[in-house]
């Protein structure tokens, strides 16, 4: 940074995402499983649940993640599964396809018929015989909820003529650097 700096380059650092602990007081994983409550709603194997968390880095996370998308079968009362699952404890909100593509900036072709965000303690898994959290070595913590979203972004500049009432992202790093960096 500091060599950097003193060839008078503008950097702008920040995170991907943030990380909240996701377990209960007892230390143990605070899991809604998704696909479960689906199954138990709908009937097994009507509706799918997507967790974009899953991969095989399962150390912190045990592969699950505050966000889900659930496609839905055809003739589901859509209203009503948004209903019920907005009120399990632990869920932050329940958006529609169109909902989530507007508040995210999510392409509609990519999600399900819902998107499920969980509260900042709590995390969202499809069934738990999916997931083996024998894995974890210490407490559960994971992303991708909305309470993980404010991360830092530092500067060894200041910027001028940003909108002060724009929503700074993490991927805005670059456009500040290049275009509002005071030199």
């Given at each position: 940074?500091?060599?950097?700096?003193?060839?008078?380059?503008?950097?702008?650092?920040?995170?991907?995402?943030?990380?909240?602990?996701?377990?209960?007081?007892?230390?143990?994983?605070?899991?809604?499983?998704?696909?479960?409550?689906?199954?138990?709603?709908?009937?097994?194997?009507?509706?799918?649940?997507?967790?974009?968390?899953?991969?095989?880095?399962?150390?912190?996370?045990?592969?699950?993640?505050?966000?889900?998308?659930?496609?839905?079968?055809?003739?589901?009362?859509?209203?009503?599964?948004?209903?019920?699952?907005?009120?399990?404890?632990?869920?932050?909100?329940?958006?529609?396809?169109?909902?989530?593509a507007?508040?995210?900036?999510?392409?509609?072709?990519?999600i399900?018929?819902?998107?499920?965000?969980?509260?900042?303690?709590?995390?969202?898994?499809?069934?738990?015989?999916?997931?083996?959290?024998?894995?974890?070595?210490?407490?559960?913590?994971?992303?991708?909820?909305?309470?993980?979203?404010?991360?830092?972004?530092?500067?060894?500049?200041?910027?001028?003529g940003?909108?002060?009432?724009?929503?700074?992202?993490?991927?805005?790093?670059?456009?500040?650097?290049?275009?509002?960096?005071?030199?």
């Amino acid at each position: 940074w500091a060599e950097l700096d003193a060839e008078g380059a503008t950097l702008v650092m920040t995170a991907d995402h943030g990380m909240n602990a996701k377990h209960n007081a007892a230390g143990e994983p605070d899991v809604i499983y998704l696909q479960t409550v689906l199954d138990d709603m709908l009937g097994a194997g009507q509706a799918r649940v997507i967790l974009p968390i899953t991969d095989p880095y399962v150390v912190h996370h045990g592969a699950l993640g505050s966000f889900a998308t659930a496609y839905l079968p055809d003739g589901a009362d859509q209203a009503q599964v948004t209903a019920s699952l907005a009120a399990l404890q632990g869920v932050e909100v329940v958006l529609s396809k169109q909902e989530a593509a507007e508040r995210f900036g999510l392409p509609t072709d990519r999600i399900g018929d819902l998107v499920v965000v969980s509260a900042g303690s709590k995390v969202i898994g499809t069934s738990a015989d999916r997931h083996d959290l024998a894995q974890l070595k210490e407490p559960l913590r994971s992303h991708g909820g909305i309470s993980e979203q404010t991360v830092p972004m530092l500067s060894n500049t200041r910027f001028e003529g940003v909108d002060g009432d724009r929503h700074l992202r993490n991927f805005d790093a670059f456009d500040l650097g290049l275009n509002y960096a005071v030199i």
